[in-house]
């Protein structure tokens, strides 16, 4: 980025623009940023504004105290990092009374600086001049020296930072069992690759990061940082104080000593310290970025449309919940049904649904992938059958993730839209709109409640919301938002629009009636023109007064629209979609000094298709017949499913057995893939072979590589060695069908070298 874009950006931020606003409709002055760049901008301005005002906060307190110099104040204007300014202000930092402050108290300074200056003299005799009062010995005297240079090497700036990078670049993480029950213990097994396990902190993936810290939180594991050898420390730690430990001097042993006690009990601990910040702060940050890419890709899933859907989320015992929609996600009717066990109400609970298949036009059947997912999905098969048998039109039925569905359930805003009806009836509500339209419910639901994530319950909970936060913001923006329909989470997340701005506008709506303008908008009360500026564009009027409110052309640009019309000679009606004329008009005859050749081009590229959908068209996987639980499936097998999750390691697919499998990174392509998202994304419908098949543990091996020979044994194992062939980050990482907050994954596992390790990563062998 140019500093003239940066500069232009920070204008717009500073001035209340949001990043969607301004990546869409300020390219001219930005120098056409797009959001993950304006994004990136934002986080920087905000981290160095904090770099900034803890400076002041330093430099204020250092010249409180009488101790500023030029010296220290160029040296914290250079400070590039919070790290370093803390790291310079170390010594003027107020703190308790220490041991060294004490001795100094005591007049032990000129003795330190003694035994530094001349090493040659015997350490006992110097002490013994200062023997007084305070001091009980020469013993006493030397040990207050001591403290006196561990504390000057602690607060060298340099030194500190030295030794940190050092041992970042050098250092390991080990674990072992945090004590003997603890790897006995069957909670305990998930970690148990871990209970005698060290790896580079600089080259640990975030998943066996996040793994290891849950074990240790779970009082599973002890987790130490091991630095390396001690000699390159404290090599550096005597350059720092001005020792030389081959001088051989009278003095040297004792300096030495010192050197050594500096290391053990101040400098490496707070080395190891940092480096378990820094190194759990890398890992949030990749989890998050993990979870960032894989709730993207839900949200901006394929949706199904504006058609009357009937959701059932499934259930045995307490029955599986019914409700229909209408194509505006309307509740029309509710039941519960009980097909399986152990009422077995098998044919009555298809009766009803016919009913009100037949009773309500129902062109779509969602079935939520929980607990006797695969039993109502046959229910729903059955049902689709009987209908095309006898002639009419049957529904199409899809699987969908009911991930955060009772989340969604119990929240306030539920309670709000759907009070009328039981909480146990509101998942099935939930599950039939995200068939609809994935973004507009999902947007409902808290993000790290939608079970996409790696470990987002370990991650802390301002930086997950930040990020989950702005990928929300994007897609909503991606996609545009009906301005008739929207709900008030919805419209929240609008630019420009609060959520006391939003229930506003639906109450508006609600006593108004449906908008037939974006300049209508203005009527809300609080709604003003700043306002106005923020939203507008990415709002969409259905069939309105002017074609343009349903396309993504900001209202300050309608100018630029009249202005092509007249330059072609048609009117609006007939250029909207008419490729050939649009595609012969020149951006750079259209532009002017507001509306620049971005936004002309923007707009052209509108009226082509006017309000398009970016998201992909809407497909559903067929499972196969026969196959609804771990044990039907057999090694070779060639199955459609769907992707639920992608991680660090590969991605999980549901192939309809009520246990997601994994497909290793190692198995996804013939060429190399470092990122699986390079792959697939979560909610694809993919093609996988089955490669291993667990049942004892229900694990499941995938490959995308369906040509690949698979060897028959791996089929159908039982205990004894087969948890030793699973890949170890599936073996703890497998996610478990649960409703509410639905799939904790986790993994576990050793970093891989070379193939034969990723393959038996992926399941092929130990």
Known sequence: MAERQVAAAVRLLDDGATVPFIARYRKEVTGSLDDGQLRRLEERLGYLRELDDRRAAVLASIAEQGKLTDELTAALAAAETKARVEDIYLPFKPKRRTKAQIAKEAGLEPLAERLLADPAVLPESAAAAFVAAGVADTAAALDGARHILVERAAEDAELVGALRERLWEQGSVRARPSGDTAATSPAAQKFRDYFDFSESLAQMPSHRVLAVLRGEKEQVLALTVDPGEDGPYEVMIAEALGVDLAAGAAATPWLAATVGFAWRTRLSVSASVDARV????????????????????????????????????????????????????????????????????????????????????????????????????ALAAELVADIGAAGGTAPTKAMVSEAGASVYSASAYAAHELGAL????????????????????????????????????????????????????????????????????????????????AEAIVAHRDEAGRFTSRA???????????????????????????????????????????????????TLAEIIGNQRLLRGLKPGELADERFGVPTVTDILAELEKPGRDPRPAFTTATFADGVEKVADLKVGMVLEGVVTNVAAFGAFVDVGVHQDGLVHVSAMSDRFVSDPHEVVRSGQV??????????????????????DDVRPDRANRGSGGADRRRPKEQRSAQPNRQKGNDSRRRESGRPGGAMAQALREAGFGR
């Open 686 to 707: 993919v093609r996988v072979k089955v490669v291993d098949v667990d049942v004892e543990r229900q694990r499941i091996g995938l490959s995308l590589r369906l040509g």
């Open 422 to 501: 039981d909480v146990t009836l509101r998942g099935a509500v939930s599950i039939a709109r995200r068939l609809q339209d994935p973004l507009a419910e999902l947007v409902k639901i808290e993000p790290k409640s939608i079970g996409v994530g790696q470990y987002q319950h370990d991650v802390a909970p301002a930086i997950l919301a930040r990020s989950l936060g702005a990928v929300v913001e994007d897609a909503v923006h991606a996609v545009g938002v009906d301005l008739n329909t929207a709900s008030v989470p919805l419209l929240a997340r609008v630019s420009g629009i609060s959520e006391s701005l």
């Open 278 to 377: 820094r190194l759990k702060m890398r890992a949030e940050q990749d989890a998050v970025t993990v979870f960032a890419r894989n709730l993207k890709d839900l949200l901006l899933a394929p949706p199904a449309g504006n058609r009357a859907t009937l959701g059932l989320d499934p259930g045995f015992r307490t029955g599986v919940k019914v409700a229909v929609v209408d194509g505006t996600g309307k509740v029309v009717e509710t039941a519960t049904i009980y097909p399986h066990p152990p009422q077995k109400q098998w044919d009555a609970a298809k009766a009803v649904l016919a009913a009100l298949v037949a009773r309500h036009g129902v062109e779509l059947i969602a079935v939520g992938n929980g607990t006797a997912s695969r039993e109502t999905d």
């Open 520 to 570: 209508a908008l203005l009527d809300v009360p609080r709604l003003g023109p700043k306002a106005f500026e923020q939203c507008a564009g990415f709002l969409r009027i259905r069939d309105g007064e002017d074609p343009l409110d349903g396309s993504g052309v900001h209202p300050e640009s309608y100018p630029v629209v009249r202005r092509i019309l007249d330059r072609a000679g048609v």
